[in-house]
């Protein structure tokens, strides 16, 4: 095997990797700041200086930089050599001249880059007595505080900000030897993914703007290995806590799926876990609250026992599930109620898609994509979804899928992709095909080859008409308007081109037929000998998990209330407002006699139970969600849940009436689980079972330079309680415990010796930027199979807009959509007022100007909105802003009369 030699020991040779990256990977410390994994080398801060040579007879050699040096065979270099460590302590020397001394209350110490590397290069002594350079902050918005003063001019904000994540309002200005990282004003940074900045900059400049409000030392919060309940894209999250909640929210790597990056919305929504609204004891009808006396909350065991009187007068039990909440505690719900009384949650249209979508992915040729998989395609088309703000991380992924076709375009120059300006200049603004057809403008569009804005019946004619281009076999498509049929002749051109194109769409707009033409895609891309990509977005973190155990729809439920065959209902993390319309919920809860609802927070919902009993949120419980990808991923408990708030599936076992058939544990659900559907078993599979040790030991959730211990129950008492014990999962819920690495599925924080920064995460993988140490975690449970399959016929017809009426379309905003989400305070502050979006024709039609107010009549009740006019959306169609609660329950599509 080619070998290179560093400080005398040979390794393997990486040619198309750099220097660092091979001397990181094989655990050896070499420092550096403008480098990342994701970003490529720009060799700008000159930090990873070391010793090359010629060869074995050259005994001078010179310095160069590790990141832009690629790692050939017979590479000769010196990390240790002298002249190259009083280089790189000098590089640390000047850096801080301009650097405050200010550790002990800066937000990133203890946690910081710059600090490792400080000690890393032996710098200890300050010699520069002048004054430093300053500069004003600017307010970022409520997810960013800046700290302008400790920057380093590493560079690695604008290049993730800018070139990585498309964003526009960052930016370098200079002048002389002065450089800022900032706005051209104050302002909330517009980029989705503007959180990233808090991992990627090195130094404090960007720093968590939530955490500051209730800040703790980074050494002092236990974390726990969770999963993001804000989409369903499943992007590994590592939850902080401390004093008894949630303090912040870091990304935790998963090679094919986040990378190194969280969306704002998985990063900053945890502070409703926080929240008044959250939801910590029972309340049971008064009389069973008060009989032991006023003032004092039920008990869990209080509640049990009022709950199993109720049920077993009950003439009819039914259970409605949820698609946020896990597979452990919708199957434990199934399981109370049985399968003939269990509901999923969803209204009619929806279930009928997530059926639809599931059908597609299981018994499909094309394979179900990974992010990182989509971030590979070569050939994109985007069919209905507005991505950056139904699944911003994927939204990302097909961002830097543009670059991919380029890339194998200048592979002939024979320099390496990881250079990074190189590759930018050579590349310059070539882009691979992207084609996105969607009602509404995007923000991928400016990556886009070709867009198209049409209605969702449009949409799903262009698809249909794509796959027809792909595969004569497909189904044509009649009446076709000449744009979009040559529109559709060029995606199809792309596509065939391409060695690994892709096809993405789903359900935001409740339109079934945008889920065949893209089905018809990715089949007739199979049928034409291209292996394709066929992802499919749906809304919730569990929506396929909760699909795959059945269930009927809530309208069968509201059926079977109404006709006196049920008179008890259990509601489990489902607000049904948010489902069906007012009236019809209201209507149910009138009928019923007993409601028993479940959930972590206060809702529409929990204000109508006769019982109520607090859930436990994602980040305080255990259990499985299946993404999106069809990939089941455990989360644990960050903190022990609080007595009484417990997971639910926990509640609904103690509350089988059958104690012979009731399930305790969440080992024992997964077991029932894979006997009753088979195909789900391999979510045991997830993580390591609760008994799985480490040299004997469980895995500590607090890293060992953890403090405080005793100040956190100082209010209680000054003697250090016992550490809760965790029985379901093989976690502690304290710093004592293995200190080998273990499973990537079970680490709590990145940490090694000398790397107290998230870039320690290099420690945890088998080589920097590739897969974790010992396989990432989760277990795909959709994978591609070889059989025919039927195209799909339902072509709708041409969209006709009718006089004083309108297409009401969702419009997703990443903020502000999702349930829980939206509760956050930070979120809150960037959520876009409600309004009814106009096309301009539409607008001047009726005479209104933007700012002025719509009345439109739904369902028979007007609804007033202030008017946004938004140029490309189509004719016909007004949007509305999908999870406002005013409109939540709509059963898409539909239309409204204008008033």
């Not at 302002?187 to 993914?193: C, K, M, P, S, T």
């Not at 599930?321 to 109370?336: D, F």
């Not at 050579?426 to 049409?454: E, K, M, N, W, Y």
């Not at 009731?662 to 079972?689: D, K, N, T, V, Y």
Request: net charge neutral; glycine share 8%.
């Amino acid at each position: 095997m080619p070998t290179l030699t560093i400080d005398g020991v040979a390794y393997p040779a990486e040619p198309q990797k750099n220097l660092l990256q091979v001397s990181l990977s094989h655990g050896l410390d070499l420092p550096y700041f403008c480098w990342h994994p994701a970003l490529g080398s720009v060799g700008a801060c000159r930090q990873c200086a070391v010793r090359q040579y010629r060869d074995e007879n050259d005994s001078r050699g010179q310095i160069v930089m590790a990141c832009m040096v690629p790692a050939t065979p017979g590479t000769r270099i010196a990390i240790e050599d002298e002249e190259a460590r009083l280089f790189r302590k000098s590089v640390i020397e000047w850096l801080m001249t301009n650097h405050p001394h200010d550790c002990p209350v800066c937000d990133e110490g203890g946690e910081c880059h710059l600090q490792d590397m400080t000690v890393m290069t032996g710098h200890c002594t300050r010699r520069h007595r002048f004054p430093k350079r300053t500069f004003t902050n600017q307010y970022l918005g409520p997810f960013i505080n800046h700290e302008m003063n400790r920057c380093i001019q590493c560079y690695r904000c604008v290049r993730f900000y800018r070139d990585y994540a498309g964003g526009r309002d960052l930016d370098a200005f200079a002048s002389r030897n002065h450089v800022y990282f900032g706005r051209s004003e104050d302002g909330a940074l517009e980029n989705e993914f503007s959180g990233n900045l808090i991992e990627v900059c090195p130094t404090g400049v960007f720093t968590d703007r939530t955490l500051k409000n209730h800040y703790t030392r980074k050494w002092d919060l236990q974390s726990a290995p969770s999963i993001c309940p804000h989409c369903s894209l499943g992007c590994n999250t590592l939850v902080g806590a401390r004093y008894g909640g949630v303090r912040r929210v870091l990304n935790r790597y998963h090679h094919h799926i986040n990378g190194y990056f969280l969306c704002d919305r998985g990063r900053f929504a945890y502070e409703f876990a926080n929240l008044p609204i959250r939801l910590r004891h029972p309340v049971l009808p008064r009389p069973a609250a008060a009989k032991d006396g006023a003032g004092r909350p039920p008990t869990a065991a209080e509640a049990i026992a009022a709950i199993r009187t109720r049920l077993r007068r009950s003439r009819g039990l039914i259970g409605i599930g949820s698609p946020r909440a896990s597979l452990e505690s919708n199957y434990a719900l199934r399981r109370l109620v049985g399968p003939d009384r269990y509901f999923s949650g969803l209204p009619q249209g929806e279930s009928r898609l997530i059926a639809v979508a599931l059908d597609i992915l299981r018994d499909s040729p094309a394979r179900s994509p990974s992010l990182r998989e989509i971030a590979e395609a070569d050939a994109v088309l985007v069919l209905g979804e507005d991505l950056t703000q139904t699944a911003p991380r994927m939204a990302l992924a097909v961002r830097q899928s543009i670059l991919q076709a380029p890339a194998a375009r200048v592979a002939a120059l024979n320099f390496p992709g990881w250079m990074a300006h190189a590759f930018q200049n050579a590349v310059q603004d070539d882009r691979g095909p992207l084609f996105i057809a969607s009602v509404d403008a995007t923000r991928l569009d400016d990556a886009a080859t070709a867009v198209l804005h049409a209605p969702p019946a449009d949409l799903a004619r262009f698809g249909f008409a794509v796959a027809h281009a792909i595969d004569p076999e497909a189904p044509p498509v009649p009446d076709l308007d000449p744009e979009t049929a040559d529109l559709a002749n060029r995606a199809a051109e792309a596509l065939l081109a391409a060695d690994r194109p892709l096809v993405l769409s789903g359900t935001s707009l409740h339109h079934e037929a945008l889920l065949g033409a893209a089905a018809n895609c990715g089949w007739a891309l199979c049928r034409r000998g291209r292996p394709a990509g066929l992802g499919l977005v749906v809304p919730e973190a569990n929506t396929f998990g909760a699909g795959l155990l059945g269930g009927r729809p809530l309208r069968e439920a509201y059926e079977l209330v109404e006709s006196h065959q049920a008179d008890t209902a259990v509601i489990l993390e489902n607000d049904l407002y948010r489902r069906s319309h007012g009236t019809d919920v209201d209507r149910f809860f009138d009928r019923l006699e007993t409601t028993i609802v479940l959930d972590a927070v206060q809702t529409a919902t929990t204000a109508r139970a006769d019982i109520l009993l607090p859930a436990a949120p994602a980040s305080e419980s255990q259990g499985t969600f299946i993404s999106q990808e069809g990939r089941a991923q455990r989360f644990f408990p960050v903190l022990p849940p609080t007595d009484p708030v417990a997971e639910s599936w926990r509640w609904l076992g103690h509350l089988h009436p059958d104690e012979a058939r009731a399930l305790r544990s969440q080992e024992a659900m997964l077991i029932a689980i894979a006997a009753e559907f088979p195909f789900l078993a391999g979510a045991r599979e997830a993580a390591p079972s609760a008994t799985f040790r480490l040299n004997g030991a469980a895995v500590p959730r607090s890293s060992r330079r953890f403090s405080g211990r005793t100040a956190i129950h100082a209010h209680l008492s000054v003697h250090e309680p016992k550490p809760p014990e965790d029985s379901e999962a093989p976690l502690t819920f304290s710093m004592e415990g293995t200190t080998t690495a273990p499973p990537a599925a079970l680490v709590t924080h990145y940490w090694a010796p000398g790397w107290n920064s998230v870039q320690a995460l290099n420690k945890f993988q088998d080589e920097v930027g590739g897969p974790n140490r010992g396989g990432d975690p989760g277990i795909r449970l959709i994978e591609p199979r070889n059989v025919p399959r039927a195209y799909h016929n339902a072509i709708p017809p041409a969209f006709n807009s009718r006089e004083g009426l309108c297409t009401l379309v969702p419009l997703h905003h990443s903020f502000g959509s999702e349930e829980l989400s939206r509760l956050a305070p930070a979120i809150a502050k960037r959520t876009p007022p409600a309004a009814f979006s106009l096309s301009p024709a539409d607008a001047r039609e009726r005479g209104l100007g933007e700012g002025d107010t719509l009345s439109i009549r739904i369902y028979g009740r007007p609804v007033r909105l202030p008017v946004r006019i938004h140029p490309q959306l189509p004719r016909g169609c007004v949007g509305f802003p999908a999870g406002w609660p005013d409109l939540a329950g709509i059963h898409l599509p539909t239309e409204g009369h204008f008033e």
